[in-house]
């Protein structure tokens, strides 16, 4: 009986180069407050946040992948032509079909890349990084680019309470490709659908359609829940991606949580008994909660001001939607 072949990919994986976009609109506090009858410094006690960025009408979904992307594929060393596989984590690309993904790899000069979107919400990004370092390693890409990008503002409703001051727009990229040692640790990952209704569009697009007047499916969040989530069980699951990398608390240099919320990040930090030493992304004060696209932009910021250094040890931990989670540990480029 005729067996079927198989490949195997290069030995090693890891994170080539970075990349990120952040558009050109920047949204003091005091430009949200008077809509959901909330202060500066209510906002900040609670969040961190001081300004968030918005994209204006060019700033599109794809406008912003492919600025992040040609940073990343620059750092990478490599050209666009070497790619093969476009992974672009996102939940704002408005258009059900086709996946965005084919137009920025068009756009970017692949050939012809295969390319997709996944829909893991503010975890996407480190899910789109896990495929990356399966794909290499397991033969079916040799270069693959990894997008997290968001346009929050266009499903976000200005007048609510819970979600207005916090999500934001923008754009990171990461290269994944061969190398001789290894890049990037396990992911460890998973989701609690029990909680589907946390963090959730309010409606679907047939509902929309049977509405009065209709408005775009916009976002809706109950903070309380999320909140005790976030801050005490994903600390265990960043330690978990820590266990199975080999890596203790003393080897790390970088820890990129999901830019959610500045107390989240600090309760995670507190919770995982992370040495002084340790730099932690705190992005989320200038740039608001972008979702998919926070880990890159935060890791990108840390490499150009020098808090991230080549060859660095970083934990990453994305979660949010869903809910959905994915943690790994990778080396800094
Ligand atoms: N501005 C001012 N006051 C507000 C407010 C706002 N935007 N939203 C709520 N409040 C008030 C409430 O009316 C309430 O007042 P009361 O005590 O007089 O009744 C008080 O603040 C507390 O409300 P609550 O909803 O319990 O707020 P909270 O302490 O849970 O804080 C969040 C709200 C959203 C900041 C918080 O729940 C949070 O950070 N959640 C996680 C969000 C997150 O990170 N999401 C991303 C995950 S990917």
């Known amino acids: 009986m005729a ?20 558009p050109s ?13 909330s202060s500066d410094e209510w906002i900040q006690q609670r969040s961190g946040i001081r300004q968030r960025r918005f994209a204006n009408a060019e700033e599109t979904v794809q406008m912003m992948s492919v600025a992040a992307a040609r940073k990343a ?13 476009v992974i672009v984590a996102t939940v704002t690309h408005l258009l059900q079909t086709p996946a965005i993904a084919t137009a920025i790899a068009y756009e970017l000069g692949t050939d012809q890349a295969a390319a997709f979107d996944i829909s893991a919400a503010c975890a996407g990004f480190c899910h789109g990084l896990a495929l990356a370092d399966q794909m ?34 923008g754009a990171g990229a990461a290269i994944v490709g061969p190398s001789d040692s290894p890049g990037i640790g396990p992911v460890v990952w998973g989701s609690d659908g029990e909680q589907f209704d946390l963090i959730r ?32 069980t994903m600390a265990k699951v960043a330690q978990q991606a820590l266990d199975k990398a080999g890596i203790a608390p003393d080897d790390l240099d970088v820890f990129v949580p999901h830019q959610a919320n500045m107390r989240i ?27 998919a696209a926070s880990i890159p932009l935060a890791l990108d910021r840390m490499i150009d001001e020098g808090q991230a250094k080549s060859g660095d040890i970083a934990l990453l931990i994305a979660f949010g939607a869903g809910l959905a989670y994915a943690a790994q540990v990778i080396t800094v480029p």
Not at 142 to 155: C, K, N, P
Not at 214 to 221: A, G, K, N, Q
Not at 276 to 288: L, P
């Open 201 to 232: 569009q309010k409606e679907d697009w047939r509902d929309i359609v049977a509405m009065e007047r209709p408005v775009l499916p916009y976002l809706t969040m109950q903070g309380n829940p999320v909140f005790r989530w976030a801050s005490f």
């Open 136 to 169: 290499v390693r397991g033969g079916a890409s040799r270069y693959s680019l990894v997008i997290g990008v968001e346009r929050l503002s266009d499903l976000t409703d200005m007048e609510d309470r819970g979600t207005a001051f916090i999500f934001a727009d």
């Open 265 to 291: 990040i600090d309760a995670m930090a507190r919770a995982m008994k992370l040495p002084e030493r340790v730099a932690i992304a705190r992005d989320i004060a200038d740039q608001g909660n972008t979702s």
């Open 73 to 85: 594929i620059d750092r990478a060393g490599i050209a666009p032509e070497q790619i093969d596989c």
């Open 3 to 22: 067996t079927i072949a198989t490949e195997t990919g290069s030995s090693y994986a890891a994170v080539l180069g970075v990349g990120s976009y952040r």
């Open 25 to 37: 609109r920047v949204i003091p506090n005091a430009d949200i407050v008077d809509a959901i009858d």
